[in-house]
């Protein structure tokens, strides 16, 4: 057996009918008698007397010319003779205008009757050496493939369409991961007959999967899979070329408008220091940003998202900014600050609270998300206009960062972030250690966990021991003596000085327990 | 020839008339009441004609054939004189300086028929049972007793205007003498031709048509074709009726019209054309039959196979119930038919028949060569 190169076994068996057709060697050729197509051709006779037609061998492709091609009782008598002596197909040229009936005897007969435009002494010659190399015809096919595909240039539509071309009666779709059809063909996904069905899979380029393509071809030919897979192969790398591409593409352009609005922010914090007239910095900004079409007329609100934590990652700013367009509220998705933040016009308030709105639909443009990113968002504002959307902006993405700190999908708005809230979102891993560090006195003494508990409902409570033993559900004098007990050890939640840094240990170490208190 | 009548009188002449149209699926109405109008008068004058058995031929010494040669419609145009016969064989006589003592017909279907009872009572001879083709075709030459040897020259021409023009050919150009004549003739003349000895006729006649066709003429519809022996090929639906325009499929035009025949066309009529009639068998294999066909059917196929060609004769019949031969130029697709086979006299199957019977015909030459 032969190999190639690349080590893929060649197949050596003779060229069938079918495959002379699916070549396209033959010019403007017609078939009738399909039923035959699977027989393989292995010699070609040129015959222009009906007494040569006695003398036919198997597996022949007989060529009429002269007398015997021209009228329809001759072709019906060649065709009978092929029959009888077991040839692969009768070839005729359409030039000698017989009308279409003899194609009803070559259906009865099973027997290939191809109608070509071109020459039969052309056509002969080329028969013959598909014959002599049935390898090179295959070749060819896929050399074409190759050259309509390089023609097709990086564009899935343009791949498909070159795909159709030069595979002929087969119909190519890609599809997506979830089977639903990306460019192409639907027929190709049909799943009705027996038919010959193809799929290769295509990478997107950065390790994952950009879906499949799915051929489907009425040939059942042996060797027909083979070049149909070829084919399919070579239209793998410009379809994996144009996935990235875009990829690219799109993240060129996430760059961009962060880059955009980072100056718009800087030029208009400059605006609002200056009293100048307005034709001031920032203009050139506003511009391009009008020109993206992002909203600028206030009153504004902003939404930040922030993946929550421990969720991080592969950088998820393409799959957001893709989604955010058909689920978000509006507005564009820019990577600002650690977030992703968008802002919207919203209709001036009147008595509504228009962050009642926004957390709405953010909340349920979350939950669309969640499936593809699992994100936090806030929202906050308003801010009149572009010129006071940093703040507006920066409240966004702090209440984003408590939110993250929570489940996947929930929401916290930048004017009602409580110190809990606050406190909630400190990155309680990093901090365990050094708060074991400054507790450790209190710990060391602390066997049931009551003093650490204690020490921070009174810190949650203002220092107030009567709140806090209703929380606890003690008696005040029991905080009275716990605190006592505190002080002891060399802490006092009345020192102004201590008490940040108590109550966040206490939070820290608190925050892995489950506690209820928040 | 048991049965058969001895004499065609008056009455066995309506008979002859009616068989020798059976096969006669074109002939022209007006030519061959002309003829039968000629064939009557000659029996009402001359009495009627003794019909001679091959056997009874052995010691004859001179017997000649009769024909019409040229149009049937203008046979309807320019009516005979009734004199033309007696010229022509009178002339052929003179020639060869003894007496005819019989005639036979080329062939016996149409008009031809009733010339030679018209030229055998006008010449007081008897009349052969049997004729030169045993079916028609189309040039002089072409009849069993060209196989036999016999050459159709010397003949004698008789017009309608009374002239008589005596050809004498080396051989294989009578007709290309013949065919000019006809035109100056008035478009028809009876030639009387391939005179030969009871002996040599007896050997290379086709026996038995005059009282064949005499039967076909009282039989009745459902066995009308009884005294041919049918061979059934298919009965089945035309579904196409195709006419190929190719240049080289088929031969030459034809050389000229003879009067008289089935098959033959009246000249000047639409000239022919190639016709293909593909045929769906209703019943059986559910063959698929072409049917080719230039005047006549040449050639039958099913499937793709050779099932019959000519010279046997290849019939169309309307599938009703009164069995009409049915015209090529009259097939249309949707009609119900049966397609039937009549073998031709032995003498056309040797090689030398079957290429005597194609060469003038309107087959591909190189048709020859091949197996049907």
Known sequence: MVTRPTGRPVREGALTVAELVQQGRLAGVRMSGASGRGT?????????????????????????????????????????????????????????????????????????????????LDAAVRIASAVARPDAGRTALVAQAARALADAGLHAGRVLSALHAVLPSTAVALTGTADEVLAGRRAALSVEGG????????????????????????????????????????????????????????????????????????????????????????????????????????????????????????????????VWATVGPGGP??????????????????????????????????????????????????????????PVLADACAAAGVAAAGDPGSVVRGDRMGAAQLLSAVPTELLRGPAEVVLAPLLAADRDGTLLRTLAVVLDAGAAPTAAAEVLGVHRNTVAARLERIRSLGFDPDDASQRLALHLACRVLLSGDGDGER | MSGAPLRVDA????????????????????????????????????????????????????????????????????????????????????LLGARADAVVALNTAGENALLSVAAAADCGLPLVDGDGCGRVLPLLEQSTFTLAGVAAAPLALATPSGDVVVVESAGGRVEDLVRPLVPAAGG???????????????????????????????????????????????????????????????????????????????????????????VAETEGLGRHFRLE??????????????????????????????????????????????????????????PEGRRLARAGAVGPQDTQEDSW
């Open chain 2, 11 to 94: 009455a066995v002449l309506e008979q002859l008339a009616t068989g020798s149209l059976v096969l006669a699926a074109g002939a022209a109405e007006s030519a061959f009441r002309v003829a039968l109008d000629w064939a009557r008068a000659s029996v009402a004058a001359h009495g009627p004609v003794r019909l001679l058995a091959p056997d009874e031929l052995h010691g004859l010494r001179l017997c000649v054939t009769v024909t019409l040669v040229g149009s049937s419609a203008a046979l309807a145009e320019q009516l005979p004189t009734g004199a033309e016969t007696v010229r022509a064989v009178r002339a052929l006589e003179r």
């Open chain 1, 195 to 322: 038919a010959l069905t193809v799929r290769v899979e295509v990478p997107d380029g950065d390790g994952g999967s950009l879906g499949t393509l799915v051929a489907r071809s009425g040939s059942r030919v042996a060797g027909w899979e083979e070049t149909v897979r070829d084919v399919l192969g070579l239209a793998v790398a410009p379809l994996t070329a144009w996935c990235a591409l875009r990829r690219l593409d799109d993240e060129r352009t996430g760059h961009r408008a962060e880059l955009l609005l980072r100056r718009l922010l800087k030029a208009d914090a400059r605006a609002l220091g200056d009293d100048g007239p307005g034709a001031g910095p920032g203009e050139e900004e506003r511009a391009e940003a009008a020109a993206l079409g992002w909203p600028a007329r206030g009153p504004l609100v902003a939404y930040a998202l922030r993946p929550v934590a421990g969720r991080e990652g592969p950088d998820p700013g393409p799959a957001l900014r893709a």
């Open chain 2, 188 to 278: 028809w003349a009876v030639a009387v031709c391939y005179a030969m000895p009871g002996a040599v006729l007896a050997g290379s006649v086709v026996p038995g048509t005059v009282s064949r066709a005499i039967r076909a003429g009282t039989a009745t519809p459902r066995d009308l074709f009884a005294p041919w022996s049918l061979r059934r090929l298919c009965r089945g639906r035309i579904t196409a009726v195709e006419h190929p325009a190719d240049e080289h499929g088929y031969g030459a035009p034809e050389p000229y019209e003879r009067v008289g025949g089935p098959d033959t066309h009246p000249w000047p009529a639409l000239p022919s054309r190639p016709t293909s009639v593909l």
């Open chain 1, 40 to 120: 393989e051709v292995r010699s070609v006779r040129i015959v222009d007397r009906t007494a040569a037609l006695d003398t036919l061998e198997p597996h022949t492709a007989v060529v009429l010319t002269g007398r015997v091609a021209a009228a329809g009782w001759t072709v019906e008598m060649a065709l009978r003779k092929a029959w009888e002596h077991a040839a692969a197909c009768v070839v005729v040229t359409e030039s000698a205008g017989r009308p279409g009936s003899v194609g009803a005897l070559a259906d009865r007969l099973g027997v290939p009757l191809l109608v070509i435009d071109e020459d039969p």
């Open chain 2, 293 to 350: 066909a230039h005047n006549e059917v040449l050639l039958a196929l099913a499937d793709g196979a050779p099932v019959a060609a000519a010279p046997d004769q290849i019939l169309i019949l309307s599938a009703s119930a009164d069995r009409r031969v049915l015209d090529v130029e009259r097939a249309v697709p949707g009609v119900e038919v049966e397609v039937v086979v009549i073998p031709a006299a032995p003498a056309w199957h040797t």
């Open chain 1, 333 to 390: 998705l820019v990577a600002y600050e650690g977030c992703w933040v968008a802002w919207q016009s919203v209709p001036p308030a009147e008595g509504a609270d228009p962050l009642d709105d926004a957390t709405r639909h953010l909340t349920d443009a979350l939950a669309a998300l969640a499936a593809y990113v699992p994100v936090a968002g806030g929202v906050a504002g308003t801010a009149d206009s572009l010129l006071s959307l940093g």
